[in-house]
């Protein structure tokens, strides 16, 4: 459900389907079943997701 809201959703959705703890901390899982311009822009915006990726990209 999240990558269908995190790559497809509207404003509306995200808001009313996405935990942000829980995103936090499904992001190193989440990351890699995005593409690479969705993670780009969710790393971008949030900089807590990118946070210690760099270490394992």
Known sequence: MY?????????????????RQLLVSQWPVIRKLVGRVIRDVWESAFPELAEGQASSA
């Open 3 to 19: 990558h269908i809201v995190l790559t497809d959703g509207q404003r509306e959705d995200i808001i009313a389907y996405i935990n």
